[in-house]
């Protein structure tokens, strides 16, 4: 991901989300040089993209989206399992992220690749009724022997 794609992230950011991150929240993870991954269709059209950060021993996961004309496909799973080789190749032990609990598409594959919820951060996102939803705070074991 680069600056001059940030019009097109944008364009999905907001029709994925009902609070999308904003172009300078892009902005400072690309200053930050967050690893970014971006899947792209042969005539240009950007399909999905992810950022991760990197810690010490670990990565976590940022941002994972899809463009709504592309889910279903797969795309996001592609993605993660960049994320994951990637992290690996690094020495990271964990992989971490935040999802809502009501996000029931996104915890699905999460299960699936092997990640465990390990704790929940109380009022973490917005909702839309002037409330707050907890997130669930998840993790994938990255050590060697453990498959993803």
Not at 108 to 115: M, N
């Amino acid at each position: 991901m680069a600056v001059p794609l940030l019009e097109a992230v944008m364009a999905i950011e907001v029709r994925a989300y009902a609070f999308p991150w904003s172009r300078a929240n892009f902005v400072d993870s690309l200053a930050a040089g967050h690893l970014t991954h971006c899947l792209v269709a042969p005539d240009g059209e950007l399909l999905a993209y992810q950022v991760a950060m990197a810690g010490f021993e670990e990565w976590h996961l940022l941002n994972v989206t899809v463009s709504p004309d592309h889910q279903g496909r797969g795309l996001a799973t592609q993605l993660l399992h960049r994320l994951i080789d990637h992290a690996r190749s690094t020495g990271a032990e964990w992989l971490w992220l935040e999802v809502r609990p009501s996000n029931a598409r996104a915890r699905r594959l999460y299960a699936h690749l092997g990640f465990e919820q390990v704790g929940v951060r109380k009022g973490y996102y917005p909702d839309g009724r002037g409330q707050r939803e907890d997130a669930l705070v998840l993790r994938l074991s990255l050590k060697p022997g453990v498959a993803a």
